[in-house]
Nanobody, 117 residues
Framework: VQLQASGGGLVQAGGSLRLSCAAS????????MGWYRQAPGKERELVAF?????SASYADSVKGRFTISRDKNTVYLQMSSLKPEDTAVYYC??????????????WGQGTLVTVSS
């Protein structure tokens, strides 16, 4: 599975960005897809996750501001009302499934989001 993430950049506080991450691979089935982030000096944390069944979950810090969506094997993260504390490298994460069960987990290369105050 190859993951190609894009959409990061510099934005002012209160602005919006949309991240995308496309998963590709011959004969591969993708299950849940999500986004994590890692700010300087901090541990990587889960931002949002969308299960293969379509349910979405969010970190408390982004609820009401971020929306995760999916179109086939591409996952999106629409980020609105951005705050300086949202500044981080954002990573997509996907589960490869086989017979409906996750068999392997993959990370994207990371895309930097910088929110200026």
């Amino acid at each position: 599975v190859q993951l190609q993430a894009s959409g990061g950049g510099l934005v002012q506080a209160g602005g919006s960005l949309r991240l995308s991450c496309a998963a590709s691979g011959s004969g591969v089935s993708i299950g849940g897809m999500g986004w994590y982030r890692q700010a300087p000096g901090k541990e990587r944390e889960l931002v949002a996750f969308r299960s293969s069944g379509g349910s979405a979950s969010y970190a408390d810090s982004v609820k009401g501001r971020f929306t995760i969506s999916r179109d086939k094997n591409t996952v999106y993260l629409q980020m609105s009302s951005l705050k300086p504390e949202d500044t981080a490298v954002y990573y997509c994460n996907v589960n490869r499934i086989q017979l409906g069960r996750p068999i392997r987990n993959y990370w994207g290369q990371g895309t930097l989001v910088t929110v200026s105050s």
